[in-house]
Nanobody, 118 residues
Framework: QVQLVESGGGLVQPGGSLTLSCVASGLTLNFLLYDVNWYRQARGKQRELVASIGVDGSVTNYADVVKGRFTGSRDNGKTSAYLQMNSLKPDDTAVYYC?????????WGQGTQVSVSS
């Protein structure tokens, strides 16, 4: 059974930091074949792509609103991906999801809530 499990969300004050983790298990193919994408969805809004992490760990796409504040990374040996989030703003409040994607193979985690509020 394929599982992607996100963790690390929570309540943080503006300007604070959080690191999200995504651990994959049971994937059909080797984890290192998959791109890992971080998405978020705020209440009442569409899901948006936050960062795309390639198989070599390079991040090819950051949403403009998070550039310079968020950093994506991965550890293939641990079948894990991470999203380091700094200088958090109230507008970053959302459920954050990780996705593992390789051609037609696509898997999602259940999401982790990030709330930024004073």
């Amino acid at each position: 059974q394929v599982q992607l499990v996100e963790s690390g969300g929570g309540l943080v004050q503006p300007g604070g930091s959080l690191t999200l983790s995504c651990v994959a298990s049971g994937l059909t193919l080797n984890f290192l074949l998959y791109d890992v994408n971080w998405y978020r969805q705020a209440r009442g809004k569409q899901r948006e792509l936050v960062a795309s992490i390639g198989v070599d760990g390079s991040v090819t796409n950051y949403a403009d609103v998070v550039k310079g504040r968020f950093t994506g990374s991965r550890d293939n040996g641990k079948t894990s991906a991470y999203l380091q989030m700094n200088s958090l703003k109230p507008d970053d409040t959302a459920v954050y999801y990780c996705q593992a994607k390789y051609f037609r193979y696509e898997f999602w985690g259940q999401g982790t809530q990030v709330s930024v509020s004073s």
